[in-house]
């Protein structure tokens, strides 16, 4: 792990407050567990077995558990609009585990917030933190390779796509051949 860095709990985009998830956020951790179409390119979600209230719960434990954990390992950030208040996904940053000096970020977002630049506000920042307070020297995201959406997120962040490794990602139906991951980079 790089060097020293703030410890930071919340940061704020033009549009966007990026906070801490809580208890009280599991009716829209709910929410996105509960759509097929939302997890369907998740890695952890949606898994076969798994019911949306537990993977609601199963993701609600692990944001709020790592958010007490010092020096950060991972962040997951619940994304609010500044001018309404209404909670309307993640955003995340975590140390990838084996290889020093990289984050990775990755994003959420309900349907109908969609199609407004708020998931590439949100990474921006993301982005941003990893680089200037954690100390980050690369940063990184993963997504299925048929996640269109993301992947433009990626490239309008201007990472670059650095490899695909096929069936890397877990079918979510019986009988389906597993998602190839697509890794997209930025260094700083
Ligand atoms: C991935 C995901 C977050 C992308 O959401 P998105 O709305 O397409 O991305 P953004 O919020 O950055 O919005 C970009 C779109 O808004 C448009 N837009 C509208 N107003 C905008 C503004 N003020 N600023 C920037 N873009 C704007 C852009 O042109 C772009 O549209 P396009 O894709 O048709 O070109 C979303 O599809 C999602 O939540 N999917 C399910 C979960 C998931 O798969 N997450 C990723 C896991 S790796």
Not at 101 to 111: C, H, K, R, Y
Request: hydrophobic share 35%; proline share 5%.
């Amino acid at each position: 792990m790089p060097k020293a860095y703030k410890e930071f709990d919340r940061l704020e985009t033009e549009r966007l407050t990026l906070r801490p998830f809580t208890e009280t956020d599991y009716p829209l951790i709910l929410r996105i567990s509960s759509d097929p179409k939302t997890t369907e390119y998740l890695y952890y979600w949606g898994r076969i077995g798994m019911t949306p209230e537990a993977d609601a719960q199963r993701f609600l434990d692990y944001a709020v558990k790592n958010w007490k954990k010092s020096p950060i390992r991972a962040r997951e950030f619940c994304l609010v609009l500044k001018d309404t208040g209404e909670a309307i996904g993640d955003g995340s940053v975590e140390w990838v585990e084996d290889e020093a000096g990289t984050a990775e970020i990755g994003w959420i977002l309900l349907p109908e917030y969609r199609g407004k630049g708020y998931a590439t506000e949100a990474g921006q920042e993301l982005m941003r933190a990893a680089f200037e307070i954690m100390g980050a020297e690369a940063v990184i995201a993963h997504c299925d390779s048929r996640n269109r959406p993301s992947r433009n997120v990626m490239e309008r962040l201007g990472m670059t796509l650095r490899n695909i490794e096929p069936e890397a990602r877990p079918a979510k139906r019986a009988g389906e051949k597993n998602g190839d991951e697509c890794t997209y980079e930025i260094t700083k």
